[in-house]
């Protein structure tokens, strides 16, 4: 017996090596890089206590993108992230092949952003519950001084969470109607905002709730809860508690050729999109253009003038590898200049024209030499 169980578990682990090896590097079940422990005790030496988890959009459009919180030490030498689970809405359609165990989906913060399998489960959706890199870019804002009481209460509201999705609750202080996700009226903005209203304390946070119209299936989307603008009301709210804070982007890979079998449109994940996730606007409505609002404009001068570190794969030795950008402004300054450059930028938008921005975007080269002209037809471009 034991000769045939030592046999089998050859046989298991010469089949998962030849799965590994037959999937390419940034794909699911592929190759990954191979000192992501490194790196990630490199961001940990310094000592934040939570980081807010911005995933850029993959859609044409004004990409909504997605929000996590990761909690550190939540498991034994990485954070714990927090991620509201898309396919948790109970649809036939998701019903088999999807993850739908937890509302809440807990991942390690490894895991979340640079891991190729998953310690969840089989059906969980790479990159969006692992390995989101290799999809989109990913925005870490780092929280620093926050006391431990205040974990431990947004630990136990995710749990609660998850609770009252198992038992199918309705109409609680959070959502009014049954606990499932719901793109509008339970997204990934208002599980995060709602532990942080409801759970920590944060009596003054604005969580929306996005409401249905006479009696129709239509939501009210200017009522619903958006990352990017739940992230500035985030930001906002630690800097009056004196909580301190600054940025991390990793980068997305370029090169992942995985395409996701769930979607209807076949696109390798190196060919989506990889943009900023816009607040609602009139941006909302650009295709791949220059945002132009103001409130976009902010939130990308803002958490560039916050920004520490950017992480990225290098394509050539496929490590990952820091790159120490710049001095992190602290929020007041920050928001101070983004008001700024923001201003002055979305007004030069607005009346069409020829000049160099005042702002720099996250994610963009931070000299800045850009120049932006205006087409016959009214729409941009990017001179050198």
């Known amino acids: 017996m034991n000769v045939r169980r030592t046999i089998a578990w050859v046989v298991a682990a010469l089949s998962l090596a030849t799965n590994v090896l037959a999937a390419d590097f940034g794909s699911k079940g592929g190759p990954e890089p191979a000192n992501i422990d490194l790196i990630a005790d490199v961001l940990r030496q310094d000592p934040y206590d939570l980081e807010l988890l911005i995933s850029f959009g993959t859609s044409k459009g004004g990409s909504a993108g997605h929000l996590a919180l990761g909690i550190r030490d939540g498991v034994p030498g990485d954070d714990l992230v927090y991620s509201a689970n898309f396919y948790a809405d109970r649809t036939s359609e998701h019903a088999s092949g999807f993850y739908t165990k937890d509302l809440m989906v807990a991942i390690p913060k490894k895991e979340y952003l640079f891991k ?86 944060y009596k003054a946070l604005e969580v929306s709730s996005a409401k249905f119209l006479s009696g129709r299936r239509v939501v009210a989307a200017v009522k619903a809860n958006i990352p990017t603008e739940m992230a500035m009301k985030l930001i906002k709210a630690w800097h009056q508690q004196g ?123 931070a000299d800045n030499t850009h120049l932006y002209d205006f087409k016959d037809d009214g729409s941009e471009k990017v001179a050198p």
Do not use: W
């Open 116 to 201: 190729t399998v998953s310690s969840i489960d089989e059906t969980a959706s790479f990159g969006l519950d692992f390995g989101e890199i290799y999809k989109r870019s990913v925005i870490g804002v780092r929280v620093y001084g926050v006391p431990v009481g205040e974990k431990e209460a947004l630990v136990a509201y995710f749990k609660r969470l998850n609770d009252d999705y198992h038992q199918q609750a309705k109409d609680t202080e959070y959502h009014a109607g049954e606990v499932k996700y719901d793109y509008m009226r339970l997204n990934c903005a208002k599980t995060i905002g709602a532990a942080f209203k409801f759970g920590a304390g």
């Open 243 to 365: 909580y301190g804070m600054d940025v991390v982007l990793y980068k997305k890979y370029s090169g992942s050729t995985y395409v996701d079998p769930h979607e209807e449109e076949k696109v390798a994940f190196k060919d989506l999109p990889n943009r900023f996730p816009s607040v609602l606007s009139r941006d909302f409505r650009r295709e791949q253009g220059t945002y132009q609002d103001f409130d976009n404009l902010f939130a990308m001068y803002l958490l560039y003038n916050m920004g520490k570190y950017s992480v990225r794969v290098n394509e050539q030795t496929r490590l990952l590898e820091t790159e120490a950008s710049k001095e992190p402004m602290a929020y007041t300054a920050a928001a101070a200049l983004a008001t700024r450059s923001a201003k002055s930028d979305s007004e030069n938008f607005r009346l069409r024209r020829k000049f160099l921005p005042k702002g720099t975007s996250i994610g963009e080269d």
